[in-house]
């Protein structure tokens, strides 16, 4: 019987909380002896992290070995992902960003292919700051532009006129959407103008209308609980920036209003009016916004049961139902749940109070999901195995 990856990795070790890059490597060889990830995308980009890692520690030998393995794992590649859980690769690629940030207090060695699987890890301390639906362009023009509830619209300005702007994006709530605008704007000095443009979302976003927010924001500012003075939709209050990042929003750049305006051709007019003005950086300084740290997640060191017991997942295609047979920890069937779709499952299961742990209630979620596509899309179902 082959032993248990989980069970020989230094990495799943409870003691091992600061592996060397020796031992680092010698689960990389580990992993590498596992046929399927010796396949695999997320094993390729974990052994380039790791040579990068090496060489700038200092170790050229150990990172001409990880060249080695990667080489071979890259040549003989079937798939990117998998999503496997636990993915080996995966949790040592978060071994060496904990090394890294820890050391450095920021990570720039994670520059190869992203994986796809949930545990692929992402840069710190770039520009845009806000995570969001938006394309990145010229990092260095004067230009933003805001399409308001076209969602589509962004990708059609950026295929035209990437080089020309800075960002763009869609901002439909008054509120969020507004807040991760405002902070990808003031951190960056180079943005002297933001063109809103696009559908007012109004009734259709439920009286949603941020264009008008973010007018009503540059003019006249926030009052004391908040709230952005004279914008009209729902819950217009922003609790995450202060009174000095409002300031910089209404001094660094002028808004320019196009709102209804979905003409690529007629947005791009403005756009090189802007960059004719000229305009000069608004200072040498961007600004730099205080964030929540970023929590790294990681696999569990080990399973605790839920007392209340567990669960085997059955759908069954020809009766399109997926049937759920609820157990006792001692193996006793206790009852059985059917339904056609995950969110009417679970919320019959919390609602019977039959799980009681909210690692157990995620789990069951991500398989009820997994029972659905079955359902629908004709995707084989195997408990605990990724689709």
Sequence with gaps: MKPNPSEILKIYK???????LEELFEDLEQIFKIKKCSLCGCNANTLQEFETVARQHGQPALAEKAKILREVVTKNKRYECINCNPCYSADIANSLFEMEYKQNGKVNFLNSSSCSSDYAMEKLNTWPVEKGEYFVGNEKS???VCTLASTELPKLIYSEMRKKIAIVGYCETENIGVEKVVKNIITNSNIRY??????EGGM?????????????????????????????????ILKNIDSQQIQRFQSQFEVINLINTNSVQEIGKTINLCLSDNNHNYDSN?????SKKLIVAKKPKRLVLDKKGFFVILPQQKENKVYVEYYAN????LHTIVGTDAPRIYNTI???????????AAY????????????????????????
């Design 14 to 20: 409870p003691e091992n909380d600061k592996l060397s």
């Design 142 to 144: 004067a230009v933003a």
């Design 194 to 199: 933001l063109i809103l443009c696009g559908n």
């Design 204 to 236: 259709e976003m439920m009286g949603h209308f941020a264009g008008q927010a973010i007018l009503s924001l540059h003019a006249n500012g926030i009052s004391d609980n908040g709230r952005i003075i004279g914008a009209k939709g729902k819950r217009p």
């Design 286 to 290: 961007s600004v730099t916004l205080d």
């Design 330 to 333: 001692s193996g006793q069937l």
């Design 350 to 360: 919390i609602e019977k109070g039959f799980i009681s742990k909210l690692d157990h």
């Design 364 to 387: 069951l979620g991500k398989e009820l999901i997994k029972a659905e596509y079955n359902l629908k899309y004709d995707i084989p179902y195997i408990q605990d195995k990724a689709l």
